[in-house]
């Protein structure tokens, strides 16, 4: 497959919790990208950890990045509803070639 | 523009009617790409340009899509003879070469009735 995999697919916590969500990949990459997707329309750029990174934080946005276990989470600290939406990787590759998306997790902050 | 701007929003269009959706990229970005998202689902990669590299095609589904994108700018998706199955939301996303943040458009919802 040349798609990323996300776990897990669906999330619901309550307002005020973490949530984590995890990605892993199977090809090498040169960076990973954080995007958001709300209403299933376009998505947003959240956040890119490139590969001699392992942690990066961006206001209540944290990303790791394992390289030797080809995997990336995200954790979204002190979540609000405004938070729910669906969240998705994406893997870049390099030598402008094409970025492998992951399938996405679906979260859901209740208020 | 400011964005990525893709036309229309939304098209309801009968089987067997051939479409087509327009992309604006941001000016001066290389890569273009178009993605197919079913309902609750992830993205499908259709097809991506960069620069005046061959574009990369395969992920087009079926002979019936097809997609060219004039003078390194704007793109066209079409999709001939549509199907029921080809109802989904069409993104397109554009980003600097070297630079591989990718901005989306806001997409077009087909529906095939």
């Known amino acids: 497959s040349q798609q990323g995999e996300e776990d897990p697919q669906a999330l619901s916590i309550q307002e005020g919790e973490n949530a984590t969500m995890n990605c892993s990949y199977k090809?090498?990459?040169?960076?990973l990208q954080w995007y958001r997707q709300n209403s299933g329309r376009g998505l947003v750029h959240l956040i890119l950890?490139?590969?001699n990174e392992r942690e990066k934080h961006s206001g209540r946005l944290r990303v790791t990045l394992d390289t030797s276990k080809k995997s990336s989470s995200l954790l979204i600290t002190a979540s609000r509803a405004a938070d729910t939406a669906s969240y998705f990787c994406?893997?870049?590759?390099?030598?402008?070639?094409?970025?492998?998306w992951g399938l996405g997790t679906s979260l859901a902050v209740n208020p | 523009g400011a964005g990525v701007s893709q036309s229309p929003s939304n098209k309801v269009t009968e089987k067997g009617k051939d479409v087509e959706l327009r992309c604006d990229p941001i000016?001066?970005?290389?890569?273009l790409y178009w993605y197919r998202q079913s309902l609750g689902q992830g993205l499908e990669f259709l097809i991506y340009?960069?620069?005046?590299?061959?574009?990369?095609k395969s992920g087009l589904p079926s002979d019936r899509f097809s997609a060219e994108r004039t003078g390194g700018s704007v793109s066209t998706l079409t999709i001939q003879r549509t199907q029921q199955e080809d109802s989904a939301v069409y993104l397109c996303?554009?980003?600097?070469?070297?630079?591989?943040?990718?901005?989306f458009g806001q997409g077009t919802r087909l529906t095939v009735v």
């Open positions: 090809t090498s990459i040169n960076n």
């Open positions: 000016s001066g970005h290389t890569a």
């Open positions: 996303a554009s980003s600097k070469q070297g630079i591989t943040e990718a901005f």
């Open positions: 340009f960069q620069g005046n590299s061959a574009p990369d």
């Open positions: 994406a893997g870049d590759a390099g030598n402008n070639r094409k970025l492998i």
């Open positions: 950890i490139r590969s």
